[in-house]
């Protein structure tokens, strides 16, 4: 990993001022939906502090499995997830993080109409959106990916703009670079946020009034709200994911029928399954995955990659459990919640692959642009009963 002064990417030198001085921001949260806002916040001019309650990318961004697509059929989630992309390709690099571009295939079995209407339908969508994506049956499919098994595939879509990235590298050079850029880093620093004056409060009670507070805290956001007095509608729950010591090159793949993801990794093979349908507790959730969630996936990934060796239990090299964060409906809360009070949580499993574009978004915002319409956090009162809907990490909307 390069350190701050290594790290290529571009420094603004325009000063942002407001009432004759610069931008006070404090970002809390080191994940990726926060030092991607800090970077862009302190390339800009801002004076920008970062706290975290532990170290960078100590929350879900170091624990996801790094999937990036821009296979979304709704046209504001294609669009951002497509810029996303292009900034993962412009700031990727030797000197900063790896982007391995990977088509990414998912698809539904003949047993389960449903979702295959519902891929068909997705795949429509996207292509009247400009999104490059196809649809392909069975035999075409194991022609080009002749690692899947297809015979039991009704129908599957492509998307070309794919890939992965490894989440906490991604957050690391981020950070860095953000302080690079100006930003101060205070990790191992739990902090209190308050509103009306927007604030941070240290451990030791000591206050920071800023212009501008950002909580990107991952699954403790709404709780540090709850804290404040402010109600969030959002909830935290678990999912699980393995690396196995097996080789394969492409495709990343989600089978919605089999509800699991994998993708190639440096060390084998990642995959993960769906959801916990319940609310999670950030300090009381088991972070171990459980042993039979490692049986499961062997057995589910055996089943759609039938060359790989997962007969042994030890193919399995690691395994873990994280938070990610859901809302009532499915899309995040990002933007301005008080004056000089945003916040950006509840990515219903796809954080990662949104925030280099929901970092910027989120920092145009808190220097004066609009705002994200549809994510406005105050499209909810924050009291709303609301189930957790199944959303895997790579479940296309
Ligand atoms: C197993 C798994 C697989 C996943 N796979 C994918 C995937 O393939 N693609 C994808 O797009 N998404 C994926 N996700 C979701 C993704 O991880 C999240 O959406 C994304 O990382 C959220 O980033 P964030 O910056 O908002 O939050 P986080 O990364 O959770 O960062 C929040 C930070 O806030 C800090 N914090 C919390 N409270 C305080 C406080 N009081 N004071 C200071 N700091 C505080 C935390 O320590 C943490 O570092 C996955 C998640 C998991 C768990």
Redesign the pocket.
Known sequence: MSGPDDVELAVGADAFTKDGRGLEVAV?????????AAYDLAREGADVTV??????????????????YDAFADGLDAEIAGDAIERFRALSGDDTFAFAECPYVWLAREDDPDRADAIRDQVGRMQENGVVALELEGDALSDRFPALRTDDVAVAGIAGAAG?AD?AEY?ACLAAAATGAGATLETE?????RPDPAR?IRPDGAVHEVDAVL???????G??LADAGLELAVKPY????LVADVDLSEPMCYDASGDF?L?PHAEGVLA?DGTEEREAD?DGYDREADPEFRTDLRERISHRVPALDLAAENAVTRS??????ATPDRDPLVGQVRDGFYV??G?????????PA?GQRLADEILGSDGVAAFDPTRFDGDEEFEIATGT??EPN
């Open positions: 809390v949260g080191a994940g990726a939906v926060g030092a991607t706290y975290d309650r532990g170290s960078v990318a100590s929350g879900a961004s170091g624990r996801a499995a790094g999937i990036c992965y989440p957050t620093m739990p902090v209190e946020v941070v909580v990107a805290a991952g699954a403790r956001t709780g540090l678990r999912v699980q994911a993801y993708r993960g950030p873990w459990a994280g938070l990610c964060t950006a949580t990515f219903q499993g796809h954080g990662f692959m949104r925030a929901i990490t790579t």
